[in-house]
């Protein structure tokens, strides 16, 4: 009998945000990613472990201006502006951003 080893998937709201923020690490990254139609690509780290380390040092989330500015700030110009972290995250650079990275919904993100 062949025994494979099932991925556990964590708990979801409604709105694809992880119930427990705990139950994150790359893999669960990896499966949100997966549900939303994104395929990770480096680029998508970059963002998602810089949202996740503002996060921790700040205790809150950025709304989509500061968000973009803070980007401009740690990776340059080219990668702080809305039309390139929309072709990461058609759907929302912060929202998604978020998402992936085990965090919770934005407050300014419908």
């Known amino acids: 009998m062949d025994i494979t080893a099932k991925v556990l998937q964590p708990e979801i ?3 694809g945000f992880l119930v ?3 139950d994150w690490n790359e893999e669960v990254a990896e499966w949100l990613a997966e549900t939303n139609h994104i395929q990770l690509q480096d680029t998508h ?3 998602i ?7 921790q040092q700040y205790k809150h989330l950025p709304n989509a201006r500061v968000f973009t500015k803070a980007i401009a700030k740690e990776f340059g110009e080219i990668k702080g502006n809305s039309r390139y972290l ?3 995250f058609p759907e929302g650079p912060l ?3 978020c998402k992936l990275a085990g965090l919770p919904k934005p407050p300014t993100c419908l």
């Open 13 to 15: 709201n409604d709105q």
């Open 20 to 22: 427990n923020a705990g």
């Open 45 to 47: 780290w970059e963002i």
């Open 49 to 55: 472990l810089y949202i996740r380390h503002y996060y």
């Open 86 to 88: 929309h072709q990461l």
């Open 95 to 97: 929202k998604y951003a």
